[in-house]
């Protein structure tokens, strides 16, 4: 079975653009998470989605949003790119419940130039 | 709210040697999880062990172990007969287990695992 994918892995945007970055789940499950790594640090989290509704949000600018499609796939959206943004960015996925192991994504590396 | 903090940077381990990387976290949840996390250079995360609060028992998986006291909100992770594969940065992260941020990881800062041959 496949593992949680990413796309694209790496991508380069300039200040001001707009990125959207994509994760498709494990099969069943319906839970996705977004996180974003800085490097030399750990996650963030930003959203949780399930069943195609958000679930969670971390503390984040309106400039992030993330939707999630009825095949439970899910896409990250920030406008307005500043340098900062620049960092991985991970997909988990989950079944339900909290003690459910969430599988990661390899990630989307995301620099802003 | 949760934190998570992991106060070694760096650890060294020679291989087949025994080291513990240390976690403690701040909550005022009864009900919640624990997991470590191992991130080698191809950054995906991976999960290494997880322990329920409500249990007394420590988690095991094979070479990995934690101990888990719960007063003393403290989460160290114990991997013994190190091998070469185990370098990677290792997160210690907690998951509440009341409804709404279920899925909502916090994560420390991440230790730095080096496994000298």
């Known amino acids: 079975d496949a593992g949680v994918t990413q796309s694209p892995t790496h991508l380069i945007k300039t200040r001001g653009q707009h990125v959207t970055l994509r994760c498709s789940p494990i099969?069943?499950?319906?839970?996705v998470s977004w996180y974003q790594q800085v490097l030399g640090q750990g996650p963030q989290f930003i959203f949780q989605?399930?069943?195609?509704?958000?679930?969670g949000r971390g503390n984040f600018p309106d400039r992030f949003s993330a939707r999630q499609f009825p095949n439970y796939s899910s896409e990250l959206n920030v406008n307005a790119l500043l340098l900062g943004d620049s960092a991985l960015y991970l997909c988990a996925s989950s079944g339900q419940g909290a003690s459910t192991e969430a599988f990661f994504g390899q990630g989307t590396r995301l620099t802003v130039v | 709210a949760q934190t998570v903090t992991q106060s070694q940077p760096e650890m060294s381990v020679q291989e087949a040697e025994t080291v513990t990387l240390s976690c403690t976290y701040d909550?005022?949840?009864?009900?919640?999880?624990l997991f470590w996390y191992k991130q080698p250079p191809s950054r995906q995360m991976i999960l290494v062990i997880r322990q329920e609060a409500y249990k007394q028992q420590n988690a095991t998986e094979n070479r990995f172990s934690v101990n888990f006291q719960k007063a003393a909100k403290s989460f160290s992770l114990k991997i013994s007969d190190s091998q070469l594969g185990d370098a990677a940065m290792y997160f210690c992260a907690y998951r509440s287990g009341y409804g709404g941020s279920q899925g909502n990881l916090i994560f420390g800062k991440g230790t730095k695992l080096s496994v000298k041959p």
């Open positions: 099969s069943g499950h319906k839970s």
């Open positions: 989605y399930y069943e195609k509704e958000e679930r």
């Open positions: 909550t005022s949840e009864s009900d919640y999880y």
